[in-house]
């Protein structure tokens, strides 16, 4: 996935998402996760806008990309080394991250070596792989990954590398020698080096039938997934990424970016479709990207784009885009750090666009770079790309209009490697250049998570920052949710939410703590609303105050409990609160603080009567 990109110029990677087909569902009923209720496990559809589970809540997708490591040959293709490394990370990453997702990454050069032979030695790892992130109660979608479209494309000299396509693809079509010029980063390749964006063009406009190999080997890789995975894990696969970070290469005469994705982009996304539903994921989104240039926050980079000509996409697609602060990233363009609300624009756009093709939305990719001249940026570029996830308001104005915050939107940061630094790639096959730190591709280093000499997964960001509280299921409809996650940048703690002055004892109460506030109307299913709690949400610390009722440290839940706590399903030792009401079209609203000490009867009921009349003011 994409990381570094373009110092000023260029968005960076090309992404290669594929899918599989075919086959019928397993009839092996799978043994229910540990700690699961009665409200879980069941599969997600999309619903007037919204992810949406089989008890009818909205579903918000949070979690990591797994992981840059299958762009790399040192472990053949595969995000891990072993099986036992992927449950290892799925526990810390559902404990440490907070994660409820993955974005899984999958190698067509390792799926389909031979063409029109599928490896099935390679198909069966990747799925064992998959099935540890399933078995810790964690969401799945696949993406057939590439980047610059092929590492065959490259030299062994090369500065720069590539993944995706087979050997026997790139052979095809006897490109020229691969060049980018004087080059700063790696994604200027994507648009200056001839070799890569010829190749792009060929495979859009299906030469060698590139396409139509490509599409094959994405269904027979679904539909052995399907055939391999029990019925509950199949549940737990939210759908598939036909194509990461789509580019046309080169335009033909006439063409533009919007006429491109109207001629070849869609049409490959409906021919994808149809692989798919061919292999038994007929009841699972395809999660589409647009041209890449779309959104760059670049005007000198941004192409016209967004599927605009695709129609109302609907229940069967899913809007998936990335975003990088490609001005943050270049170090010249935006001198300073970012600020509260700094992407409030960017990801309403991505909002507006889902809205507007009717179905839901993902921000599959975003992230900033932790090493490097621009590192220092990260800790509030990712801030406020979180807290644009969280709402399409900043925080100075979340309280006084908070009917405007928009739907939830779900994510997934780039990325989850805990080979980050321990790498022993030989980049582009030459021992001569052996890459070891960071990401070990492309000088990249944006992994959230490494390895400490005890092989234990540690945390390379701010937990404050990654663990976060989040609406992962709410009984109803969303209204407004804002989360203050008081995470650091150095020594300094970033306050971009605080609780107004005319909310004196909810501000009593917060203190300098973290707070989430969730406002939602009910909906007519019995299953309950649930928050995740990170680990800095102890059930002993944790405070809530809501229409259902007020709570310093909530008890175990039980269906008639409405306030209460209980670990989320997978056996990590991870947490969530579930909030249960008894009513339908109703208004309701939760405070989650952690920043009171066994606060008073008195405190909390004039923290609820502030918040009742604050609410009733503002919905």
């Known amino acids: 996935m994409p990381n570094i990109r373009t110092r000023l110029l260029v968005v960076l990677v090309v992404l290669f998402g594929s899918l599989a087909v075919t086959g019928a569902p397993s009839a092996t009923a799978a043994a229910t996760l540990p700690d699961s209720l009665w409200f879980d496990e069941s599969p997600l559809t999309v619903q007037n806008g919204r992810f949406v589970d089989g008890n009818g809540r909205e579903v918000v997708l949070r979690g990591y990309n797994v992981s840059g490591e299958t762009k790399l040959e040192e472990n053949s293709g595969l995000p891990f080394a072993s099986v036992a490394d992927a449950r290892k990370s799925a526990t810390a990453l559902r404990a440490l991250g907070g994660g409820n997702s993955v974005r899984f990454l999958l190698s067509w050069a390792h799926a389909e070596p031979t063409r029109g032979t599928v490896d099935t030695a390679y198909l069966a790892a990747a799925t064992d792989q998959m099935r540890a992130f399933?078995?810790?109660?964690?969401?799945?979608?696949?993406?057939?990954?590439?980047?610059?479209?092929?590492?065959?494309?490259?030299?062994?000299?090369?500065?720069?590398?590539?993944?995706?396509?087979?050997?026997?693809?790139?052979?095809?079509?006897?490109?020229?020698?691969?060049?980018?010029?004087?080059?700063?980063?790696?994604?200027?390749?994507?648009?200056?080096?001839?070799?890569?964006?010829k190749a792009q063009y060929d495979f859009w406009h299906n030469t060698y039938g590139l396409q139509d190999s490509f599409l094959d080997t994405a269904q027979k890789t679904m539909a052995y997934v399907q055939q391999h995975l029990n019925g509950a894990e199949f549940a737990g696969v939210v759908g598939?990424?036909?194509?990461?970070?789509?580019?046309?290469?080169?335009?033909?005469?006439?063409?533009?970016?919007?006429?491109?994705?109207?001629?070849?982009?869609?049409?490959?996304?409906?021919?994808?479709?149809?692989?798919?539903?061919?292999?038994?994921?007929?009841?699972?989104?395809?999660?589409?990207?647009?041209?890449?240039?779309?959104?760059?926050?670049?005007?000198?980079?941004?192409?016209?784009?967004?599927?605009?000509?695709?129609?109302?996409?609907?229940?069967?697609y899913v809007f998936n885009t990335h975003f990088y602060d490609q001005k943050a990233i270049s170090g010249i363009l935006m001198w300073g750090n970012a600020s509260d609300g700094q992407y409030a624009g960017d990801f309403g756009t991505v909002r507006d666009r889902a809205s507007a093709a009717g179905t839901a939305a993902v921000v599959s990719e975003f992230g900033h770079p932790l090493s490097g001249s621009v590192a220092g940026k990260a800790p509030t570029v990712d801030k406020a790309m979180y807290q644009a996830l969280d709402s399409r308001l900043p925080g100075s104005g979340w309280w006084s209009n908070p009917s405007a915050s928009g739907p939830v939107l779900s994510g997934n940061?780039?990325?989850?490697?805990?080979?980050?630094?321990?790498?022993h790639e030989?980049?582009?096959?030459?021992?001569?250049?052996?890459?070891?730190?960071?990401?070990?591709?492309?000088?990249?280093?944006?992994?959230?998570?490494?390895?400490?000499?005890?092989?234990?997964?540690?945390?390379?960001?701010?937990?404050?920052?990654?663990?976060?509280?989040?609406?992962?299921?709410?009984?109803?409809t969303t209204l407004a949710f804002t989360y203050e996650d008081r995470s650091r940048d150095g020594s300094t703690t970033l306050t971009w939410n605080p609780v107004p002055g005319s909310l004196p004892n909810v501000a009593q109460l917060v203190g300098s703590g973290q707070y989430g506030l969730l406002v939602w109307r009910s909906g007519s299913g019995s299953a309950p609303t649930e928050l995740h709690l990170p680990a800095s949400f102890p059930s002993a610390g944790t405070t809530v105050v809501s229409d259902l009722g007020t709570v310093y440290g909530?008890?175990?839940?039980?269906?008639?409990?409405?306030?209460?706590?209980?670990?989320?399903?997978?056996?990590?030792?991870?947490?969530?609160?579930?909030?249960?009401?008894?009513d339908s079209g109703v208004l309701h609203y939760a405070l989650i603080t952690n920043g009171a000490t066994a606060p008073s009867a008195s405190l909390l009921a004039a923290a609820k009567s502030e918040l009742a009349s604050w609410a009733a003011a503002r919905f």
């Open 413 to 423: 940061q780039w990325q989850w490697d805990i080979y980050n630094g321990r790498h």
């Open 240 to 316: 598939f990424d036909p194509y990461n970070e789509p580019y046309a290469g080169s335009y033909d005469s006439g063409q533009t970016s919007r006429s491109w994705e109207q001629n070849l982009l869609w049409p490959f996304y409906q021919k994808f479709r149809a692989r798919m539903d061919a292999a038994g994921w007929q009841d699972k989104p395809a999660f589409v990207e647009p041209n890449l240039f779309w959104n760059s926050n670049i005007d000198s980079q941004k192409q016209e784009g967004g599927l605009l000509d695709a129609g109302t996409l609907g229940p069967r």
């Open 134 to 197: 399933l078995d810790a109660g964690i969401r799945v979608y696949p993406d057939f990954h590439q980047d610059l479209y092929s590492r065959y494309l490259f030299n062994s000299g090369s500065w720069y590398t590539g993944d995706g396509a087979p050997k026997w693809a790139v052979t095809l079509g006897s490109y020229p020698q691969e060049s980018c010029g004087i080059c700063l980063f790696w994604g200027q390749n994507i648009t200056q080096n001839q070799a890569v964006t």
């Open 426 to 476: 030989l980049m582009n096959g030459n021992s001569g250049k052996v890459q070891t730190s960071g990401d070990a591709w492309n000088d990249e280093d944006l992994s959230a998570v490494k390895l400490d000499d005890s092989g234990a997964v540690t945390l390379r960001q701010d937990a404050r920052l990654l663990d976060r509280v989040y609406p992962a299921a709410t009984a109803g």
């Open 554 to 582: 909530p008890p175990a839940y039980t269906a008639s409990t409405p306030v209460a706590a209980a670990p989320e399903p997978g056996g990590t030792g991870s947490r969530r609160l579930l909030l249960t009401d008894s």
